[in-house]
């Protein structure tokens, strides 16, 4: 699966909304620019999980035309499933991901040397400490929610290399979905949770050693013209702004 909303591609005669870059859809505000982008996300929206689904060769040199599909998909729903036969390296997945502009990894707490982490059960050892690496389930997160601003996760991969023998299902959600249901409801939401203290994840301390510092930020902002989601429901080593 790729994933992320640094792709501009035209879905069929579904057009985006042409708006000056000032005119965002993502001020906060019931405006025009917002009401235009709410009308063409919402009847953008894929409405199956097979129109997700881009057959891909080779992953290492993926076609111009699989590589726009997956850009025009992650426009509108902001991922896509790819799927590819034969065996798959470590390397193979790097190199699909640099075809999409994927180039600066992010080196996570226990993440692989390479930057590319393989998700198991680990029985033993510093990854057993944490969820990602056992049978239990996960809550909805961003991944990366925890990093600074300036090393925030833009986008990413997930292949599955081994089919759960039970269980392993995963439920995708897309943000610009979850920011519209706000917006419905209450455009004060969203104020609340574009404060840049909104959502705080303390301190990582292991055996009395510094691994990772406190990190303030906001649940959502805008990079470059884009709307970017930083969130978890976790209940514990969770700090959310107290005010109304």
Same mark, same amino acid.
């Given at each position: 699966?790729?994933t992320?909303?640094d792709?501009t591609?035209a879905?069929?005669?579904?057009?985006?909304?042409a708006?000056?870059?000032?005119?965002?859809?993502?001020?906060?505000?019931?405006d025009q620019?917002?009401?235009?982008w709410?009308?063409w996300k919402?009847s953008?929206v894929?409405r199956?999980?097979?129109?997700l689904?881009v057959?891909?060769?080779?992953l290492?040199?993926?076609?111009t035309?699989?590589?726009?599909k997956?850009?025009? !998909?992650c426009?509108?729903?902001n991922?896509? /499933?790819? &799927?590819?036969?034969g @065996?798959v390296?470590k %390397?193979?997945i790097v190199?699909?991901?640099?075809?999409f502009?994927?180039e600066?990894?992010?080196?996570?707490?226990?993440a692989?040397d390479?930057?590319?982490?393989?998700?198991?059960v680990?029985a033993?050892?510093?990854?057993?400490?944490y969820?990602?690496y056992?049978?239990?389930?996960?809550s909805?997160?961003?991944?990366g929610?925890?990093?600074a601003?300036?090393?925030q996760?833009?986008g990413?991969?997930l292949h599955?290399l081994?089919?759960?023998?039970?269980g392993?299902?995963?439920?995708?959600l897309?943000p610009?979905?979850?920011?519209?249901? !706000?917006?419905?409801?209450?455009?004060?939401? /969203?104020? &609340?949770?574009?404060e @840049?203290?909104?959502? %705080?994840?303390?301190?990582?301390?292991?055996?009395g050693?510094?691994?990772?510092?406190?990190?303030?930020?906001p649940?959502?902002?805008?990079?470059?013209?884009d709307?970017?989601?930083?969130?978890?429901a976790r209940?514990?080593n969770?700090?959310?702004?107290?005010?109304p």
């Open positions: 699966m790729v992320g909303a792709f591609a879905v069929g005669s579904t057009k985006e909304p708006l000056r870059r000032l005119d965002s859809p993502f001020s906060g505000k019931p620019a917002y009401e235009a709410r009308e919402l953008s894929p199956d999980t097979d129109s689904i057959e891909v060769g080779d290492c040199q993926p076609r035309s699989e590589k726009a997956i850009r025009a !998909l426009r509108r729903a991922f896509a /499933i790819y &799927a590819t036969k @065996p390296e %390397t193979d190199r699909f991901g640099a075809a502009g994927l600066r990894l992010d080196m996570t707490h226990c692989d390479d930057a590319v982490t393989e998700l198991k680990e033993d050892g510093q990854r057993a400490a969820i990602p056992s049978n239990r389930p996960l909805w997160h961003t991944d929610y925890y990093n601003a300036s090393e996760v833009r990413f991969i599955c081994r089919a759960a023998a039970a392993g299902d995963s439920l995708v897309d610009e979905l979850a920011y519209i249901r !706000l917006m419905d409801e209450n455009p004060g939401y /969203i104020g &609340a949770m574009t @840049p203290d909104a959502m %705080t994840i303390p301190e990582n301390v292991e055996s050693r510094l691994v990772r510092r406190a990190v303030s930020g649940v959502f902002s805008v990079v470059g013209g709307l970017h989601m930083r969130y978890s209940k514990r969770i700090s959310w702004k107290d005010g």
